[in-house]
């Protein structure tokens, strides 16, 4: 079993519509998590980490999970910028930091 | 803002030849890494460095090495390039062990 999961997708949504997706992690010793959004041809960026209490910025807002090991992000009103790759990241230390292989999205107009 | 920045966005190189990626950032962060990223296999890491001089393996350390003598500057070394090393080369920072990490653009490195 991969040490994080992603859905590959392709998740092809309306433009305004609600999408979320989902990320499972199978180390319970995971101490952070992160999504990262990246476009194509170009480097990962930070879009938010996530707490255990969940936190939103905007339109997005992601979920921590323990108990069942997984973490989520849902994209409210979804733009056309919106499509990209999203990638789900656990980390427990130092050089312990696992990248999912991530979900593709495409808002479509 | 926190600002990664790498020597070269696109380097073709011919087989043989060694080759340095140089990484640098200026937020003052203790972890640095090295990754290459592949179509459907992700980001892989290569080495990382949590201090200067000190450096431990990833995942995927063969064919390559590292330096860091200065706490900003992280490089990666292909002692002898392969085609096999063809890939998108991503250089990240990170302020804290469990803190989120910083991407540089990334290197496209072409070996022929």
């Known amino acids: 079993r991969k040490e994080v999961e992603q859905d590959p997708g392709p998740f092809n949504v309306p433009e305004g519509a609600t999408v979320a997706f989902n990320c499972t992690y199978s180390n319970s010793a995971s101490q952070s998590f992160f999504w990262y959004r990246q476009d194509c041809r170009k480097e990962p960026k930070l879009l938010m980490s996530v707490y255990s209490s969940g936190n939103e910025d905007g339109r997005f807002t992601a979920q921590l999970n323990r108990a069942s090991q997984y973490i989520s992000l849902l994209i409210r009103d979804s733009k056309l910028s919106d499509s990209a790759t999203y990638l789900c990241v656990a980390r427990r230390g130092d050089d312990k930091i696992i990248f999912g292989k991530g979900t593709r999205l495409h808002i479509l107009p | 803002d926190v600002k990664v920045t790498q020597s070269s966005r696109y380097l073709v190189k011919r087989t043989g030849e060694k080759v340095f990626l140089e990484c640098v950032q200026d937020?003052?962060?203790?972890?640095m890494f090295w990754y290459r990223q592949d179509p459907g296999l992700g980001l892989r890491l290569i080495y990382f460095?949590?201090?200067?001089?000190?450096?431990e393996k990833g995942d995927i350390p063969e064919g390559y090495s590292v330096s860091r003598e200065k706490k900003e500057r992280f490089s990666l070394i292909l002692e002898s390039a392969s085609t096999n090393q063809t890939s998108m080369y991503l250089c990240?920072?990170?302020?804290?062990?469990?803190?989120?990490?910083?991407f540089g653009p990334g290197t496209r490195l072409t070996v022929t």
């Open positions: 990240a920072s990170s302020p804290l062990s469990y803190g989120e990490q910083y």
């Open positions: 937020m003052d962060h203790e972890n």
């Open positions: 460095s949590y201090d200067v001089k000190m450096k």
